[in-house]
């Protein structure tokens, strides 16, 4: 089983839906991650939460340590919003560990 | 803005040939990471570095690899006796702190 866990793999959404992504974990973090992958490869960092909830534009990050669960959402989604977004916890020190990413397409 | 640099974009070598990938990070940073992504798969930890050392390493960062920062500007990962299976996108990341990593954009390296 992976420690952390992502879902849905694929979302497709039409442009101004509220989309949300789910990770779950199951090893003690000292914070989380959410990454933005482009179709080139690029990545990104979007957020890093230890606890409670981070906001930045159009997105959106909670975290539920007890629970394990942290999710990202996105309001108001728009067509460039498309991209691989991962999820990584940092585990021990330094050593981030990712989930398998969700791939997100927004239709205009 | 200040961002990583990577170097070269694509690495095309042979089996069991030496390959040192380059880095440049933001300059005020002072920790460095290595990351690698075989194609179709999730982005896997390599090493950490801080302080003329690595802090810590995971077990894909076996022997034929290493890590240096040769001045005060580069970060270089150079990897032995390439492997087929060390074909990957190599991703070099730098913090300030162990907090918000910012990320290169990768060098893709082909073994043939």
């Known amino acids: 089983k992976n420690e952390v866990e992502q879902s849905p793999q694929n979302l497709t959404a039409q442009e101004g839906e509220f989309i949300t992504i789910n990770c779950s974990y199951s090893?003690?973090?000292?914070?989380l991650h959410w990454l933005q992958q482009h179709p080139g490869g690029g990545i990104v960092s979007l957020f890093m939460l230890s606890s409670g909830k981070k906001k930045h534009g159009r997105l959106i990050a909670t975290i539920n340590i007890q629970e394990k669960h942290s999710s990202l959402h996105i309001t108001a989604s728009h067509p460039r919003d498309s991209a691989v977004y991962i999820c990584?916890?940092?585990?021990?020190?330094?050593?981030?560990?990712f989930g398998e990413g969700t791939q997100l397409t927004v239709n205009p | 803005e200040p961002e990583v640099t990577q170097t070269p974009s694509h690495q095309v070598t042979q089996m069991g040939q030496e390959v040192i990938l380059r880095c440049v990070p933001i300059s005020n940073h002072l920790y460095f990471y290595w990351y690698r992504q075989i194609l179709g798969q999730k982005v896997e930890f390599l090493v950490s570095?801080?302080?003329?050392?690595?802090?810590?390493k995971s077990e894909i960062f076996d022997d034929q690899f290493s890590v240096e920062r040769p001045d005060g500007s580069n970060f270089t990962l150079k990897i032995r006796s390439t492997k087929l299976e060390d074909s990957a996108m190599y991703f070099c990341?730098?913090?300030?702190?162990?907090?918000?990593?910012?990320f290169g954009p990768g060098t893709r390296l082909t073994v043939l």
């Open positions: 090893v003690g973090i000292s914070a």
């Open positions: 990584a916890v940092l585990t021990s020190g330094s050593r981030l560990t």
């Open positions: 570095f801080y302080n003329n050392e690595i802090s810590e």
């Open positions: 990341a730098s913090s300030s702190s162990w907090d918000t990593q910012y």
